[in-house]
């Protein structure tokens, strides 16, 4: 069985702080995504990064995927409330079943002003 | 976004009565899933479906069933409901970017199994 591990699960940081989020496996993945998840709503995504070392940003957020494509990181620079959410990544891969799309458990992220 | 929309939004029910979830979706995508999320274990497929009349088991199918009767709409069903079934539920469907499998999310169901 795959499994995709994120950590920290929790992180409660103040307003202009950076911060990492962390997402691992011992599995090869063709790609990978990360999503938000506000309270009260479905999960949103913010990119998908498909080749071994690709880094992409998106404002400040960057996102890397692993070499091996076994791992993936989130970082957040100068965090803002509005960054407050549960960050999920997910892995999937081609081949066998459409449903194989697996998702971490999230990394539940507070920013206070 | 693939305007996708679940109904009911919020449901309390009692053991064994039966609950059917609605999600409806306005993009004509082929692909749609049903996906539990519960504290500690994160979003877990229960079942999804790759056209009409056409469905398959994720991880978490026991207890539920589905059905695609037409493209947009995909339903999830309780028999029998159980507290073990007390979640929030979200209905996903596929675009294809980059080759990858790219969800949209509805805004969830909070189903509560007294």
């Known amino acids: 069985t795959q499994l995709l591990e994120q950590s920290p699960q929790f992180l409660s940081i103040q307003e202009g702080e950076n911060l990492t989020v962390y997402c691992n496996s011992s599995?090869?993945?063709?790609?990978l995504q990360w999503y938000r998840q506000e309270p009260g709503e479905g999960p949103v995504l913010l990119v998908t990064?498909?080749?071994?070392?690709e880094v992409k940003k998106l404002k400040r957020l960057t996102f890397q995927f692993g070499d091996a494509r076994k791992d993936s990181s989130l970082h957040i620079t100068a965090a803002q409330p509005g960054d407050t959410g549960l960050y999920l990544c997910?892995?999937?891969?081609?081949?066998?079943?459409?449903?194989?799309?697996?998702f971490g458990k999230g990394t539940k992220l507070s920013v206070k002003p | 976004d693939a305007g996708i929309t679940q109904s009911p939004r919020h449901k309390v029910t009692e053991t064994g009565t039966p609950v059917t979830l609605r999600c409806h979706q306005t993009?004509?995508?082929?692909?749609m899933y049903w996906y539990r999320q519960d504290p500690g274990h994160g979003l877990r497929l229960i079942h999804y479906?790759?056209?009409?009349?056409?469905?398959d088991k994720g991880e978490v199918s026991d207890g539920y069933s589905v059905s695609r009767s037409k493209t947009e709409d995909f339903l999830l069903t309780l028999e029998s409901a159980t507290s073990s079934q007390t979640s929030v539920y979200f209905c996903?469907?596929?675009?294809?970017?980059?080759?990858?499998?790219?969800?949209?999310f509805g805004a969830g169901s909070r189903l509560t199994v007294l």
């Open positions: 997910a892995g999937f891969n081609y081949g066998g079943s459409q449903g194989n799309l697996i």
């Open positions: 599995s090869v993945f063709s790609s």
């Open positions: 990064v498909v080749t071994g070392g």
């Open positions: 993009e004509n995508h082929r692909y």
């Open positions: 479906s790759y056209g009409v009349k056409d469905t």
């Open positions: 996903a469907t596929e675009r294809g970017l980059s080759g990858a499998n790219v969800l949209t």
